[in-house]
């Protein structure tokens, strides 16, 4: 019952089942048909056959080598170095590393029966989609789009909370594609508006946010939608703003808003606290996207920082200066010094990771705040379980570390990966 559209298989003929297993990982059903020689009577027996393969389960980290993208794959007993490589042909992808992307519920087509979960992978000079479960590419640059662009320059993608589409953001443009199809490009102006020149910093919450570096102003995309934020007035409102976006981190689902930082050309901050749900973005209430905003002084260690990660639970963002760690929540802005990493050793990356991803009804298994750093030519990766206070403390020695700088590091559990916050 409820299993959808079933092609049987027969796999043998004989008592004794000797198959080698190549169907693509999932649930399979398996029946028995037995018969009693003496009486001539039939019965089925019914069981489930769960397939998985090694690439399922375990940390996938997005690195830069010699000039070249790849990633490794850590799992609980081994680890496969240039996992890209590994399974296609020893070919990484050219230039350094731009953005790693879990991208479920691909299809061959828009109807296929047979859905696959991937892994989007973009450097300076390439993009590329592959497949989890058999690490193959699907697609890559030369073949994903309807037209492919003149200028290859990816700078970005993201995965909307409804699953059907995916965006890549390629020298400034976005595009987008309906699973099983390819990317198409959307419009270069609508209402008057170029977009043209889009950030590839951008947020995910009940639809996406971006920052329109022509207008210095926010918008969404819902859909293939663009869509402006809908204010009764534009003082200070995410419109026409004298800065730039340095930061964005979404937090959909449950708690429902983003956070953006703001750069000012005199290096003052600003901090604005957004309502992510569809309501407020589409303007109903008109005004009532912005919740809070607060300005940080150039003074700030925050306005020196290098890397900066959110926490999906709170109000509080950690960030880097040089090799010090520090924690700052939104309310004081008064910020402390967590620890400092060993000498010379910079933050590559760093990452709130949970998993599952936060939903209503579901229970977090991982939760991690994760330290990517990288020394004379390779990488330590740090996992830090916050306390109860969202504390992070040091650790005496690395949970991973290899060859490259690692600039992106993903969960995944039973095929399925994590977003970041």
Known sequence: ANQGLVIPDTLARTKDLNYEVLKDPGIYILVFNVKNKNTGTNTQFKS???????????????????????????YKTGRIDNWISFYNDNKSLDGNAVKLLFVPGMKKTPTAPDPYNTLMVLSENDAAIYRIDNGSMVMNFDNMFFTKPAVRKPQGAFQPTALNTVFFMNNGRTYYMSKGTLFANMATDASNINYTNISPVSATVAAELLWNRNTKSMFTISGAIYSELKFNTGGGRLMNLNAELEWAAGYPNNRGVALLLFRNPKDTGYIFKVDGRFGPLAGYPPDSVVIARDTIVPEHSLMHAGKICGNYDVDIIYYSVGNNIYMMDLATQTPTLQFTLPAGEEVTAF???????????????????VISTYKDGRYKIYKHAPSSTFTIQAKAQPDYEGEGRVSSVVYMEQGNGTRSF
């Open 48 to 74: 489930n056959a769960i397939i998985s393969t090694l690439n399922m389960n375990g940390w996938y980290l997005l690195k830069d080598n010699g000039g070249k993208t790849d990633l490794d794959f850590i």
């Open 351 to 369: 990452q709130h990771i949970k998993y599952p991803v936060p939903a209503s009804g579901v229970i977090n298994t991982e939760n991690w705040i």
